[in-house]
């Protein structure tokens, strides 16, 4: 079907599905639904990273716009997508609950071993005026041990090429975060 142009409102009594539908496959995925009562609140993951042990988890694609709390009493490994054209745009937040325990970090890692980097613009939030500090660098963040509660890390990736990828990092912790 071709594109179709409406001079007022579309209603439907069983909402709408924007998909894609895979060339070599055939394969539809549903990229947006809007059922009869849309939802437009940000998704919160209380469970993935906030179970008070060790965790590795890859993030998907279809996670985008999600916050996820993160339980830092165990290590805690995040793997961002694998590296895909469809990654550009993607999203996700974390909100530290409990903080990061001794001998403990939070690691988020980008795909495909030194291709990708992450635009880091890490924040000190200690109570008093602290300086931002900035890193072009490395396939790993770290939010090391003793971050405290309430440390913010918000993730976009900004270019993806399927071989390597940009993603900015924006963070709020004490003690800061590195990447390397």
Do not use: H
Not at 93 to 111: D, M, R, Y
Not at 151 to 169: E, F, I, M, P, Y
């Amino acid at each position: 079907m071709g594109t179709t142009t409406f001079n007022g409102p579309v209603r439907s009594e069983n909402g709408f599905k924007s998909i894609t539908i895979a060339a070599n496959t055939g394969v539809v995925t549903n990229e947006a639904v809007y059922d009869t009562r849309p939802n437009f609140r940000q998704t919160v993951d209380s469970t993935t990273f906030n179970t008070g042990g060790d965790v590795t988890d890859t993030l998907t694609v279809q996670e985008s716009g999600t916050l996820f709390e993160v339980d830092g009493t165990g290590d805690l490994i995040v793997n961002m997508p694998a590296l895909s054209t469809a990654n550009v745009g993607t999203t996700y937040e974390f909100f530290v609950t409990t903080a990061v325990g001794s001998g403990k970090t939070v690691i988020f890692v980008l795909p495909g071993a030194l291709v990708s980097n992450w635009y880091l613009m890490a924040q000190l939030a200690d109570g008093t005026a602290a300086n931002p500090k900035t890193d072009i660098a490395g396939d790993t963040l770290t939010l090391p041990n003793s971050t405290l509660v309430n440390a913010r890390v918000k993730l976009t990736c900004v270019t993806d090429d399927g071989t390597n990828s940009t993603w900015k990092a924006e963070t709020l912790t004490s003690p800061i975060a590195t990447s390397a």
